[in-house]
């Protein structure tokens, strides 16, 4: 199974070089506040031009990974570097190649969008322009408004359009497209994709399970603090089967679904209509849902009844954010 709990072995006196090449590196870091332990012995690196995804469910301890990198707070133990040094505290050597766009935006609602974009300019050392800014977040047409007159995912917008300012070399984004319709948030994935190709590192935590699909190199799925799930997106799902699915017919009642070797049943309701999902996990996954598709088919001819929308896919990754929320992905690991 290529899918791997995050099994790695405490590294906490590791010395970040071993990770030679990477922007950032995290090894066992371990964050409480007071008797909580929010996070519990996440590591992983990412190297220039790689974008790691980290999602979870609510409360997984995303943030206060971002945070600890960001430097805002010193690990409870564990290791945190970028760029080979430790950020607690933004030392200088840090703070001019890394940028962030966090969940609360830092915006002054006053100023207007140019306003505000200026004064990030004055603090870079080597800004970008404003102009050409505004037109890569798409909105130069709204830079005399106040940032209160914004709509949310244009404040998203403006935040992420502030962190280019600095031309960072790490980029951390925290829940980037929130707010934002979806013709938004394809331009802001571009934005993203382009960043990438120019060899920034990107750390993205979001909710939207398709965004990180379509951007990140290597994922990983926090539950209560620790990385349940990691490694590229074909590699996260191949350990978690196909699903052979139909719509149930009306004359069938879930107990009359045949078993199938192998194959685990659920019925489940989508748009106000029962579906059947068969399963298969272990062994040749592909043989097993060729095998599988063969006996129901052969159930519903002796039925006399069609299988309508039958169909054969892997697991999404909404299939197995599902199963380690519910915990499935210990039992799997083990
Ligand atoms: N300052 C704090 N004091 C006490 N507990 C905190 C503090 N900040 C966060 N927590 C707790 O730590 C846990 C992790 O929170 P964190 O914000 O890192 O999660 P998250 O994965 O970013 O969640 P979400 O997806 O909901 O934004 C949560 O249970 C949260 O309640």
Redo the contacts with the bound molecule.
């Keep these: 199974m290529t899918t791997t709990a995050n099994t790695e072995p405490a590294a906490a006196t590791q010395d970040s070089t071993s990770s030679a090449g990477a922007s950032v590196v995290v090894r066992d870091l371990h964050?409480r506040?007071?008797d909580?332990e929010?996070?519990k012995g996440v590591s992983f690196e990412i190297r220039p031009g790689e974008l790691f995804a980290?999602l979870?469910?609510?409360?997984?301890?995303?943030?206060?990974?971002?945070?600890t990198l960001e430097g805002f707070r010193r690990p409870s133990s564990g290791t945190v570097r970028v760029f080979g040094q430790d950020p607690f505290g933004q030392p200088a050597g840090i703070r001019e190649r890394v940028n962030a766009v966090l969940?609360g935006s830092g915006l002054l609602e006053d100023l207007s969008v140019e306003e505000s974009l200026g004064l990030t300019s004055d603090l870079a050392a080597d800004p970008r322009g404003i102009d050409e800014i505004l037109q890569l977040i798409n909105l130069t047409d709204k830079r005399k408004l106040r940032i209160r007159q914004l709509s949310g995912g244009q404040k998203r917008r403006l935040d992420l359009g502030s962190a280019l300012m600095t031309r960072p070399e790490v980029l951390y984004l925290?829940?980037p497209t929130t707010g934002m319709d979806p013709e938004a948030r394809h331009e802001t994935w571009k934005i993203i994709n382009e960043l990438k190709e120019s060899g920034v590192a990107v750390l993205l935590?979001t909710?939207y399970l398709e965004e990180a699909e379509r951007l990140a190199d290597r994922l990983a799925i926090?539950h209560r603090?620790e990385i349940r799930v990691e490694g590229t997106l074909a590699g996260v799902l191949a350990g978690w089967g196909d699903r052979v699915s139909f719509l149930l017919p009306s004359d069938v009642r879930t107990a009359d679904l045949p078993d199938v070797a192998g194959a685990g049943i659920e019925v489940e309701t989508r748009d106000q209509e029962l579906w059947a999902t068969y399963t298969v996990s272990d062994g040749d996954v592909a043989e097993r849902a060729h095998h599988a598709v063969a006996a129901l088919m052969g159930w519903a001819a002796e039925r006399g009844t069609v299988l309508q929308h039958l169909q054969v896919r892997g697991a999404s990754l909404e299939d197995v954010f599902l199963q380690v929320a519910d915990g499935a992905a210990d039992l799997l690991a083990e």
Excluded at 56 to 67: L, M, Q, R
Aim: no cysteine; glycine share 20%; charged share 15%.
């Design positions: 964050q506040y007071g909580f929010a996070v980290l979870g469910t609510n409360g997984a301890g995303k943030t206060t990974t971002i945070e969940q925290d829940e935590t909710h926090m603090g």
